[in-house]
Nanobody, 120 residues
C-alpha cells in the first residue's frame, strides 16, 4: 500500500502565499506522474498542476503565473507553491499519483485533502 499525506493548507488573506506538500510513503513502489487537484464546494474536482519525474509541468490556466509545482524524487514528495492567492482559490486540495508502479501493476492514489481558504 502507498499513502499520500498532504500538509500546508490553512487560512490566508487574498494576495498571500501558501506552500502545500505531499509525501508518499510505502514499500516497493515507484511514482511517475504527480499532481494537485482541487475541489470547491458545489463544484467538480479540477486539475491544478502536474509534474513528471523528469520535471515537465502542466498548469490549469487559472493558476498559471501564480502557482509553481515541484518535486523531490529522492523524497517522493511533491510541492505546490501558491502565490497571489485569490478567494476563488478556496478549495480542498488533493495530491494525486495516478500511475504508481508496484511490481507488474499500476495504481492510482489520492491524498486525504487539505483545506485552503483565501479571505477577501
Amino acid at each position: 500500500q502507498v499513502q499520500l499525506v498532504e500538509s500546508g493548507g490553512g487560512l490566508v488573506q487574498a494576495g498571500g502565499s501558501l506552500r502545500l506538500s505531499c509525501a508518499a510513503s510505502g514499500s516497493a513502489f515507484r511514482i511517475n506522474l504527480m499532481g494537485w487537484y482541487r475541489q470547491a464546494p458545489g463544484k467538480q474536482r479540477e486539475l491544478v498542476a502536474t509534474i513528471t519525474t523528469g520535471g515537465s509541468t502542466r498548469y490549469a490556466d487559472s493558476v498559471k503565473g501564480r502557482f509553481t509545482i515541484s518535486r523531490d524524487n529522492a523524497k517522493n514528495t511533491v510541492y505546490l507553491q501558491m502565490n497571489s492567492l485569490k478567494p476563488e482559490d478556496t478549495a480542498v486540495y488533493y495530491c494525486n499519483a495516478p500511475d504508481v508502479s508496484r511490481g507488474s501493476y499500476y495504481y492510482n492514489y489520492w491524498g486525504q485533502g487539505t483545506q485552503v481558504t483565501v479571505s477577501s
